[in-house]
């Protein structure tokens, strides 16, 4: 190699060594400042507990190979000072010390976070994911048992006293190099969107303990920095004592491949809505300009030009501001203003804190000053857990609205770019859309929720002139469903997630109907099928013909208890692609047609039988269903 370039190489990560270290402290000063005592034992504790192996410690494995080390551990000083605090908080006696570094060991090259935390987005109801990077031609498959084995352990602990749900992805250093990450998600309709998971990894992570992500310090503003070159420097070791982690090069992204993680996104969002608007609008604006530098790219920039005495930005509001000004210059100026009162709601602010946190000063350059929001709208939106439960219904009906025209527009782009791999995820996205949003007879519609509940615990059921309505709470103007057929308004209750038994109860009224027949039949309906978020579909399912999977048959549920004639039938059935529905059927004769039209597209279906237990003819209406169920012929 050129003498010059070596040089130049080395001179600027050396320089930018230095820098990124002071802004990986930031991140680290904002994780425990927002979780303090989550941010102590992920930051600390977790290297620690990784590189000993003490039977009084989480992780504890016997009779193990040789111990595993994080590389570099014994040299923060962070870790040591608190390593006597840590053997006192597991009553360690002997052992349990850092070894030295040239003790046999399989090394762990590093710790880094991915996503939210350490940034204005994390909140209490972030999770923590975490990559553990290694070299799997230094580990055999002892080792590799091993490692996941302490692993599982310290995540048992973590559950058990972090309230921040922490995931750990075991990752090869050389898969990530060539961008192989396995599954990025079984729920995936199957698009690659690996690069596009690099690009999250670069702009947010977090370096816990190990070696330095070599991508980060490979800037210059003057001269561009080779970042082949440096990588085999760093193979060879040349370069800083061998403290820098050659994770591969990012320089661009493919836009099918941004439009395959907008399809799977899309998904996340029919759960998530709030979290995946805000990635699907990210996407949205890469795919309208595919030329444009790499936002993980345009953030190291930032980081590294800023000047003296700056704060360093914050990766969550830096990505929320370059949507926003894209959807400007789009001239969808509503849209980003919408984006930004869900992003202002995922940060969860509270706008009278009188605490200067770093979240919150940065957050108020933002909100305040860069994209301003009114101070009446901030008050509003960090009122939204105390907002009536109709409004919060509301909100969440208008986030899918922008969602689908996310989704629309995604779409329309994707259409010059389509593959028949892409075509087949879109025909299994719509689908799903379908599957969740669409409106059919006898379905049992989704309620849209922002956060995943509304602020609303109990509801109670009425009858009013033949009609059964459920209210939420004390509620009795607007019913938030309504029908002649109990089933269905029961069905529509487990469905979306509002069922318990302690939080439904029944007014007064003139039917024969007991509020615990109410419950047992909710109960049963929720075992049978589950909920929407619950309910778990084979991605291959929706190329399939729509038929039955699953039905729960339900014999003289609204008959007067004393009454014999059990000639009245009803079905909650889900089909393949997830959708739940309530049919009631006036005769033998055509629920018996109904099953066996349904056994006949689907002769593995599943069925169970719910039968009013204070019914006098129970035994003989029961004894009856046994045999009913798929008559011959």
Request: glycine share 6%; proline share 3%.
């Amino acid at each position: 190699m050129d003498n010059s370039r070596f040089t130049h190489i080395r001179k600027v990560l050396a320089r930018n060594k230095k820098l990124y270290l002071e802004y990986n402290e930031f991140r680290k000063k904002m994780f425990r400042e927002l979780s303090p005592e989550t941010g102590e034992i992920i930051l600390y504790l977790l290297p620690w507990l990784l590189s000993i192996n003490d039977p009084a410690c989480p992780g504890y494995v016997e009779a193990i190979d040789r111990i595993f080390r994080v590389y570099g551990i014994e040299d923060s000083q962070e870790i040591r000072a608190r390593e006597d605090a840590f053997r006192k908080m597991f009553s360690v006696r002997d052992g349990a010390v850092l070894q030295n570094p040239d003790a046999e060991h399989y090394l762990i090259e590093g710790l880094y976070t991915i996503g939210s935390v350490g940034a204005a987005s994390q909140t209490p109801g972030s999770d923590c994911d975490i990559w553990v990077c290694f070299n799997k031609k230094d580990f055999n498959r002892k080792a590799w048992e091993q490692i996941n084995q302490k692993l599982n352990l310290i995540k048992d602990w973590m559950d058990t006293h972090l309230n921040m749900p922490v995931y750990f992805f075991i990752s090869d250093v050389t898969e990530i190099r060539m961008n192989r990450f396995g599954s990025v998600d079984e729920e995936s309709s199957g698009s690659a969107q690996q690069n596009t998971l690099k690009e999250e990894f670069y702009r947010t992570c977090i370096a816990i303990c190990g070696k330095i992500p070599l991508w980060w310090l490979c800037f210059d503003r003057e001269q561009s920095v080779d970042y082949e070159q440096a990588a085999v420097m760093v193979a060879d070791g040349d370069l800083m004592d061998g403290d820098l982690i050659d994770l591969g090069n990012l320089e661009k992204i493919d836009r099918s491949e941004y439009f395959g993680a907008a399809l799977w996104q899309f998904q996340k969002s029919l759960l998530f809505p709030l979290k995946s608007i805000i990635k699907m609008a990210l996407l949205e604006t890469a795919l309208n300009a595919p030329d444009d530098m790499l936002l993980c790219h345009r953030y190291r920039e930032k980081i590294f030009t800023r000047k003296p005495g700056e704060p360093f930005p914050d990766t969550s509001l830096f990505t929320a501001g370059m949507i926003i000004e894209s959807y400007a210059r789009l001239g969808r100026t509503q849209l980003g203003a919408f984006i930004k009162e869900c992003f202002y709601l995922k940060c969860d602010l509270r706008p009278d804190s009188s605490e200067r946190t770093l979240k919150n000063r940065m957050a108020d350059t933002f909100f305040k000053i860069q994209h301003p929001i009114s101070n009446d709208k901030m008050q509003d939106l960090a009122a939204y857990d105390q907002w009536h439960f109709d409004r919060q219904i509301a909100f969440g009906e208008s986030l899918f609205k922008h969602l689908l025209q996310i989704y629309a527009q995604i779409v329309e782009i994707g259409d010059k770019i389509v593959s028949k791999r892409v075509r087949r995820d879109l025909t299994i996205l719509n689908r799903k859309i379908s599957a969740c949003y669409s409106r059919k007879p006898d379905k049992i519609a989704i309620v849209q929720k922002p956060f995943g509940h509304l602020n609303v615990d109990t509801f109670s059921l009425g009858l009013d002139e033949g009609i059964w309505k459920m209210y939420a709470g004390d509620e009795r103007k607007q019913p938030l469903v309504s029908s002649q057929n109990i089933i269905f308004v029961i069905a529509f209750m487990v469905w979306n997630d509002f069922f318990s038994r302690s939080g439904v109860y029944m007014q007064p009224n003139h039917s024969n109907i007991t509020i615990q027949e109410i419950k047992n039949l909710g109960e049963a309906i929720r075992e049978m099928v589950g909920t929407y978020k619950t309910l778990d579909i084979d991605i291959e399912n929706y190329l399939q013909e729509e038929h039955v999977a699953r039905v729960l048959t339900i014999s003289g549920f609204e008959k007067s208890p004393w009454s014999a004639d059990e000639n009245e039938y009803g079905a909650v059935y889900t089909n393949c692609w997830g959708e739940l529905f309530v049919e009631q059927f006036d005769s033998l004769k055509d629920f018996q047609a109904f099953l066996k039209a349904s056994h006949i597209k689907n002769s593995g279906i599943t069925v169970g039988r719910y039968l009013r237990r204070s019914s006098t003819a129970y035994e003989k209406i029961i004894a009856r269903a046994k045999h009913m169920q798929f008559p011959p012929g």
